[in-house]
T-cell receptor
């Protein structure tokens, strides 16, 4: 069964450093997403991406965040200058289409900012 | 009012019990609804979509009441492996980007 994959599984970084989280969505999916979950809190939407453009972003997704699909398979989330409060689990998801279609989540990257 | 609100839990039930999860959502125009399960520190896994007519998948039954903006999930004959956090998830109408809004989750613990 096709799966979303993410690397690395755990990233430790110092405050102010840049990090890039990587995802490989399911191959025939067209919509891609990033979510985050701070420990003990609910899953929160960050951004959706379709046709090489951001479709929607939340207030969390400020200028420090960016997304890119650098090739036909990878989808990345970059945080330019990490803060302590960026520590969270980051999940990538993909879906065949947008509204109404099920989204499938990758195993996540645990980001720890020290 | 929270966008998606669930029973706070946790629910502790014996094996074989029937357990029901409730959820309400605030956006009356929402069209797509899902139940996901999440094991500790893992990703949300899709359990089932929720349709207006209600739907069943083995021991799991999901219901939607649009008038009350209410979604439910029933688990019959619960197993130890059903222990997880159950997430009520809504995809708001008119959002072509497909943003999902998650509830806080209800933790279920099934005991022998």
């Amino acid at each position: 069964e096709p799966e979303v994959t993410q690397t690395p599984s755990h990233q430790v970084t110092q405050m102010g450093q840049e990090v890039i989280l990587r995802c490989v969505p399911i191959s025939n999916h067209l919509y891609f997403y990033w979510y985050r979950q701070i420990l003990g809190q609910k899953v929160e939407f960050l951004v959706s991406f379709y046709n090489n453009e951001i479709s929607e972003k939340s207030e969390i997704f400020d200028d420090q965040f960016s997304v890119e699909r650098p090739d036909g398979s990878n989808f990345t989330l970059k945080i330019r200058s990490t803060k302590l409060e960026d520590s969270a689990m980051y999940f990538c998801a993909s879906s065949v289409s947008g509204l109404g279609y099920e989204q499938y989540f990758g195993p996540g990257t645990r980001l720890t900012v020290t | 009012r929270k966008e998606v609100e669930q029973d706070p839990g946790p629910f502790n039930v014996p094996e074989g019990a029937t357990v029901a999860f409730n959820c309400t959502y605030s956006n009356s125009a929402s069209q797509s609804f899902f139940w996901y399960r999440q094991d500790c520190r893992k990703e949300p896994k899709l359990l089932m979509s929720v349709y207006s007519s209600g739907n069943e998948d083995g021991r799991f039954t999901a219901q939607l009441n649009r008038a009350s903006q209410y979604i439910s999930l029933l688990i019959r004959d619960s197993k130890l492996s059903d222990s997880a956090t159950y997430l009520c998830v809504v995809n708001p109408l008119g959002n072509q980007g497909g943003k999902l809004i998650f509830g806080q989750g209800t933790e279920l613990s099934v005991k022998p």
